[in-house]
């Protein structure tokens, strides 16, 4: 059975600053996802994540995959105010399944 | 294109009542979800079917019920609400090709807020 561990669970961070999110997968996983979350909204897709050494940006975040270590990080840099949000991330349960098991979320709340 | 939209957004229910939440996409996506979510611990697979007239248990089915008689339909039931039943219910849809790809995301509706008293 899938589990995936995110840390922090919450996390306050200064405008401007750089900071890493983790999520730690406990058996293999086809792929890694990372989704946004504002409050009282739907999720929003940020990032698929499919081999070993994958690294994806968009902005100011950028997600990278270590399948050997099971380990995915969401670097973020600079941060603004804007990326206030909960991210999550998903693995999936093997090759060829499409049924995502989420982390608890990370809460993130940049400040001024 | 409205994506995936849900209905109801927010209901309330007494112990025992039963109701039916429904999802819908226009996207003609094969592959649909029911998830909920609450607080403090992420999102949960209820069932999810890969196809019409397909339903599947996902990692907390008990309680509930799923049908899709149409592709764009996704239908999630509760026969006898409980207390513990209150959470954010989500549906999301997703490509197959998309998932051989490796471009594949699921596309989320907004949630129904459901309050089982």
């Known amino acids: 059975e899938l589990k995936v561990e995110q840390n922090p669970l919450f996390l306050s961070m200064q405008e401007g600053k750089n900071y890493t999110i983790y999520c730690n997968y406990s058996t293999t996983s086809d792929r890694l996802y990372w989704y946004r979350q504002d409050p009282g909204k739907s999720l929003e897709s940020l990032f698929v994540?499919?081999?070993?050494?994958a690294v994806k940006q968009e902005g100011r975040l950028m997600a990278s995959l270590d399948t050997k270590a099971r380990l995915s990080t969401l670097h973020i840099t600079a941060a603004v105010h804007d990326l206030s949000a909960t991210y999550f991330c998903a693995g999936t349960s093997g090759a060829g399944s499409y049924q995502l098991t989420f982390g608890k979320g990370t809460k993130l709340s940049v400040i001024p | 294109n409205a994506g995936v939209t849900q209905t109801p957004k927010f209901r309330v229910l007494k112990t025992g009542q039963s109701m039916t939440l429904l999802c819908a996409q226009d996207m003609n996506h094969e592959y649909m979800y029911w998830y909920r979510q609450d607080p403090g611990m992420g999102l949960r697979l209820i069932h999810y079917?890969?196809?019409?007239?397909?339903?599947a248990k996902g990692e907390v089915p008990d309680g509930y019920n799923v049908s899709r008689l149409k592709k764009q339909n996704f239908l999630l039931g509760l026969e006898s609400a409980a207390p513990s039943q209150t959470s954010v219910y989500f549906c999301?849809?997703?490509?197959?090709?998309?998932?051989?790809?490796?471009?594949?995301?699921?596309?989320f509706g907004p949630g129904t807020r459901l309050t089982v008293l």
């Open positions: 079917s890969v196809g019409e007239g397909t339903t």
């Open positions: 994540l499919l081999s070993n050494g």
């Open positions: 999301a849809s997703s490509y197959n090709t998309d998932y051989l790809r490796g471009t594949d995301t699921q596309y």
